[in-house]
Every structure is written in C-alpha cells, then in structure tokens.
C-alpha cells in the first residue's frame, strides 16, 4: 500500500552504507519512522526533501513492519536554522520533545502546525529564541493534554493576587496567602509569578494558533518565563534531553 503524507523531519539516522532512516511527523499518522535507500549517495535525488526539519511530501509504501520511501519532493526547507547553532541546537529540542511524546498512530495536527509555526519564526529571525522556547513548550504541554491550571488560585480562585506562585509540580497557581498556609502541611516545588508572565503563560496556552506568536514581554519577565516553562517540561516529562543541554551550552558567553 502507497502511502502519500506531508511530514516534517524530526530526527535522522545512518544505517549501512548508503542508508538512513528518518522519523516524520505527520498530521494523520503521528511520528513514521522510514527507510531511506540510498540517501547517502551523493546528489540522492531525495536528500534535500529528507534532511533534518525539511517539511515535504512523502509517498511511501510498507513491507513487513517497516516503511520504505518511494519518492518525496521537498515544500520548505528552513535554511535559517542552518545558519545559526543556537537556532539549530533550539529546533533538535522541540524535535526531542515531539519525538519522546507523539507516537506512531495518533494524529498530530495540532502539534505539526505548533512546530511548523515555530520553526518559521525561528528561521526567520522573527522572534527571539528565548520567546519561541518558552511558546513552543508550553503550547506542546497543553497540546498534549498537560495544560496546567491557571484560572487562578487553586484555593480561592483568585484571578490575580498581590503574591501569586506557581506550583510546578502540580500544574496550578496558589496565592501568597494560601501558599503561606499550605506549606504547612506539604513541601511544594513553586516560583513566585509576576502578572505580566502570567498572562502571558495564559495567553500561550489558550490562544488561536494563528495569534499564538503575538505577545511581547520585557526582558526580565521573558527570563521569568523561560525559568518557569523549562521547568514545567522537565517536571512533567520524565526525560532526559540531551539537546536541551546542548543549547545551554551555545547559549554560553564565550
Ligand atoms: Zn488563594
């Protein structure tokens, strides 16, 4: 059976001499690890529709229990991220991400179009890396069903307060009041939360995509941001991202 999908390439590996296999993301069939035959020849007439983040068609065909790819033809490739470690180490992550959370089988759109998106502005230069790490992060966990609670207070329902916190672990707010009271009786893992940021984490879970990219925030609140959504992630996501280090380590002053 002939099977016809766009996909983005989110991750891919050598095998044998002239082979690879690549995995995609696709909106009707989740993450397809495929075969490519002779993708290291070189000028294969399917490289640039195969390599890393390219989004293209691919028609493929499966024998046994594995895909093999008949032909793809290449719709947009991300040339900036090449040109940029940083952008490129930031892109690996989302694509860690997506790889150790999406299964083969379910469908994607959502979060092909999340990562679509981000990748466009990343490419482009149209937001900072800081901004659209912390965008796709926590978008991904709402997308995925993680959606952390932040109506207000857990205790009071209060929309805003004077102190609010967030409680990592436990994917909802606490006001000063109540924090103060509830740390009697247990340890919770919380940062403290500014409204700016708040909203802002609002905003990134419950917009439309299409408006998702359309905040600003200072400086000091996108640090605040970027603590907070790195954190979640890593709280709620029982990995261990390698890339996530390493573009840590480009982030470094040298
Ligand atoms: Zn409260």
Known sequence: MLITAMGVVISERNYGENDKFIDILTAEYGIVEICVKGARKI??????????????????????????????EV?????????????????????????????????????????????????????????????????????????????????CYKYQ?????????????????????????????????TNSVLEAMRFICLSEQERLFNFRLGDKSMELLNEITEKYVLARIDANFKSLDFYKKVCEPF
């Open 161 to 193: 307060a004077e102190e609010m916190y967030f409680l990592v672990d436990r994917a909802c707010l606490l006001c000063g009041e109540h924090l103060a009271f509830k740390e009697l009786e247990e340890n919770y893992y919380h940062i403290r939360i």
């Open 43 to 72: 000028h294969g007439k399917s490289n640039s529709a195969t390599q890393l983040f390219a989004y293209s068609k691919f028609c493929f065909n499966s024998r046994g229990d594995r895909y093999y790819l008949n032909s793809s």
């Open 75 to 155: 719709s947009r490739v991300f040339y900036g991220l090449r040109m940029d470690i940083k952008k490129l180490a930031l892109a690996e992550y989302f694509a860690e991400i997506i790889g150790h959370c999406t299964t083969t089988g379910q469908t994607a759109k959502d979060i092909m179009r999340l990562f679509l998106n981000t990748l466009h502005f990343l490419s482009e230069d149209l937001r900072s890396c800081e901004f659209l790490k912390s965008v796709f992060e926590l978008r991904f966990m709402s997308e995925i069903g993680l959606l952390p609670q932040l109506i207000g207070c857990r205790e």
